[in-house]
C-alpha cells in the first residue's frame, strides 16, 4: 500500500474534510476522512502510481533516444580539422 508522510496525510484529511464541507455539504470527521483517505491509499494510488511510473518511462525512453545526439562525437576528425590538405614527404 501506498503510504504517506504523517504531514501529507494530516494535510490530506483537512482537504477531504473541506472537500466534503463544500461541495457535499456534509461534516465529516477526522476517522472518517482518514479511512476515507485510506480507501484511496489502498484502491485508487496504485493505479495513479503505475501511471506516473509509465509517463516516466516513457520520458526516460525518450531522453536515452536522444542521447546519442547530445554526446556524439564525430570519429576520425583530424584530417578534416587540418582542412583536408594532404602534404607530401620531404
Same mark, same amino acid.
Given at each position: 500500500?501506498?503510504?504517506?508522510?504523517?504531514?501529507?496525510?494530516?494535510?490530506?484529511?483537512? =482537504?477531504?474534510?473541506?472537500? %466534503?464541507?463544500?461541495?457535499?455539504? /456534509? !461534516?465529516?470527521?477526522?476517522?472518517? #476522512?482518514?479511512?476515507? @483517505?485510506?480507501?484511496?491509499?489502498?484502491?485508487?494510488?496504485? =493505479?495513479?502510481?503505475?501511471? %506516473?511510473?509509465?509517463?516516466?518511462? /516513457? !520520458?526516460?525512453?525518450?531522453?536515452? #533516444?536522444?542521447?546519442? @545526439?547530445?554526446?556524439?562525437?564525430?570519429?576520425?576528425?583530424?584530417?578534416?580539422?587540418?582542412?583536408?590538405?594532404?602534404?607530401?614527404?620531404?
Amino acid at each position: 500500500m501506498i503510504e504517506l508522510p504523517k504531514e501529507a496525510r494530516e494535510r490530506a484529511i483537512l =482537504s477531504i474534510q473541506r472537500y %466534503a464541507e463544500e461541495n457535499l455539504e /456534509e !461534516k465529516m470527521g477526522n476517522i472518517a #476522512a482518514g479511512a476515507l @483517505l485510506g480507501f484511496f491509499l489502498q484502491e485508487i494510488a496504485p =493505479s495513479v502510481y503505475n501511471q %506516473a511510473v509509465a509517463d516516466v518511462q /516513457e !520520458k526516460l525512453q525518450a531522453r536515452v #533516444a536522444e542521447l546519442d @545526439l547530445e554526446v556524439h562525437e564525430d570519429e576520425f576528425g583530424y584530417w578534416r580539422a587540418q582542412g583536408g590538405v594532404r602534404r607530401g614527404r620531404t
